[in-house]
């Protein structure tokens, strides 16, 4: 593209992940005092329900990513991302009406299906970003995740205190509206000379993952990946019933919270990863930003009181780097034409994760809740990220 092409592309990009991220996220503080309110307040058994939707979730996202990856460098970006969007907001509309748990549990599955389009916004960026920008490029989707997820929880903390449906009602409009925008506006990336053939064995998750067995760096750099995304699946799998349980948290509150997560990690990604990587070099900002991550769930667990919670929250942005830096070095390592196979299979080794960590954290946290080892959740997180510190320094050590 050119570069005035290339910059409007990317913008679009950026909002379609801000839009995205805010229809998941205004449903995070709501969904698991849902689940809660269908067990008549049951918190020990609400946490283990919970995981287990979002372990099922995930890897039914385990399974389509390497699918809409593989797809899309077939079939271009444009199409995959357009009829992401649109199944998403119909799935949201199908929560907002569950009038059972059965129900929210079915609409929430098949939300696994459609809500994997941040594959392709990936390959989308990889197609028209030269490779001494990706660093930063990768950066502004994560800033784009991070405010979609000041506002959304936000919004959905509040919206959700008047009515714990409206919030799903909201993520459906947006949703929706976001895939009306992508038809009227969004250029295809990938031209048809540059598209790969498409085979069943390399749109399932396993035959994904054999595009970074040849690269010895890459393999251990996907294995860095899959610790911190495992870590990770503590905020998602115990946040708000922690916040709830221990510091006496409403949906507000919550809400705010993560909000105020969403600030430091916009601001992390958005503002500090090209100067960081310019002046300090990407092996460098995954391993401070992989160190700050587990220092920062070290202090979650610790924490008696809220204040000393948010204490942990700025260096938790700070985390947030290393995923661009990450995301970069795998993407230099990668050929062109397979950059929609690299972020499926790296969206499938974060769902992966995703089937071990919620119920692995939510299940710590339902057996440690009424007892002295309450933060025993996240401080498990806390040592699985500097396992993946380790990883990362001895993989990039040369």
């Known amino acids: 593209m050119a570069p005035a092409a290339r910059k409007a592309a990317v913008g679009f990009v950026f909002v379609t992940i801000v839009l995205d991220t805010l229809a998941l996220g205004i449903v995070v503080p709501v969904l698991p005092i849902l689940v809660r309110d269908f067990l008549h307040g049951d918190i020990a058994r609400a946490a283990w329900i919970y995981g287990a939707i979002a372990a099922t979730w995930a890897f039914l996202q385990f399974l389509a990513s390497p699918l ?6 077939r079939f271009g970006r444009r199409p995959v ?3 992401s969007n649109l199944g998403l907001g119909v799935d949201y509309l199908l929560m907002a009406l569950a009038p059972s748990l059965g129900w929210l549990v079915v609409a929430r599955l098949l939300s696994g299906v459609t809500a994997s389009s941040m594959s392709t916004a990936g390959a989308y960026i990889a197609d028209v970003t030269p490779p001494e920008r990706r660093a930063a490029a990768f950066g502004m989707i994560g800033a784009a995740f991070s405010i979609g997820f000041v506002l959304g929880p936000a919004l959905g903390g509040l919206t959700g205190a008047v009515d714990p449906r409206l919030p799903f009602w909201i993520a459906a409009g947006l949703s929706l509206a976001n895939a009306l925008y992508g038809v009227l506006i969004l250029p295809e990336s990938l031209p048809p000379e540059r598209r790969a053939g498409f085979a069943l064995a390399r749109a399932n998750p396993l035959g994904s993952l054999a595009l970074l067995r040849p690269d010895r760096v890459a393999r251990q750099l996907a294995v860095v990946h899959f610790l911190s995304q495992l870590a990770h699946q503590a905020l998602s799998g115990i946040f ?15 809400g705010l919270a993560l909000a105020f997560v969403g600030v430091c990690t916009a601001i992390a990604q958005g503002a500090l990863v090209r100067p960081a990587v310019a002046r300090l070099g990407e092996r460098r900002v995954l391993l401070a930003g992989l ?3 587990a220092l920062s769930l070290s202090i979650f667990g610790l924490a008696p009181v809220s204040a000393g919670f948010a204490l942990g929250i700025p260096l938790l942005g700070l985390w ?4 661009a830096a ?21 969206l499938s ?4 994760s995703g089937l071990v960590g919620p119920a692995l954290f939510a299940g710590v946290f339902g057996l440690s809740a009424d007892t002295s080892l309450i933060g025993l959740a996240w401080l498990l997180a806390a040592a699985v990220l500097a396992i993946a510190a380790a990883t990362a320094a001895r993989a990039t050590r040369r």
């Open 349 to 352: 080794l974060t769902r992966l």
């Open 291 to 293: 160190l700050c991550g």
């Open 326 to 346: 990450l995301a970069s070095l795998l993407s230099h390592r990668i050929d062109a034409a397979a950059q929609g196979r690299l972020q499926g299979a790296l």
């Open 68 to 73: 809409l990856g593989a797809l899309s460098d």
């Open 240 to 254: 708000v019933l922690y916040g709830a349980h221990r510091y006496g948290w409403s949906p507000t509150g919550t």
């Open 320 to 323: 947030s780097m290393a995923n």
């Open 81 to 83: 991302l357009l009829l």
